[in-house]
């Protein structure tokens, strides 16, 4: 029992690393997947900063809306 409790004390950070992590990931990619699309998209159709500029702001949505769930999920698991 003592070696699990030693193993948990040595691992308290994990939990939230995986978090920091999952979260920065979700922070980024969306955004930047959203201005790469939006770029090829302005090259292809010739409207050039139109749809880089909705692509990246839909993706900013998208990746603040997701946040904003993930936290209060988050909340919620605390509070038990």
Do not use: C, R
Not at 17 to 24: C, D, E, H, I
Not at 55 to 67: M, Q, R
């Amino acid at each position: 029992m003592t070696v699990e409790k030693d193993k948990d004390e040595k691992n308290w950070w994990q939990p939230a690393l995986v978090l920091f992590a999952k979260w920065s990931v979700w922070i980024s990619a969306p955004i930047l997947l959203g201005a790469f699309l939006g770029k090829k998209l302005d090259a292809h159709y010739g409207t050039e900063p139109i749809l880089f500029l909705v692509s990246t702001g839909v993706a900013f949505i998208f990746s603040i809306g997701y946040l904003v769930y993930n936290v209060s999920k988050e909340y919620k698991k605390l509070d038990k």
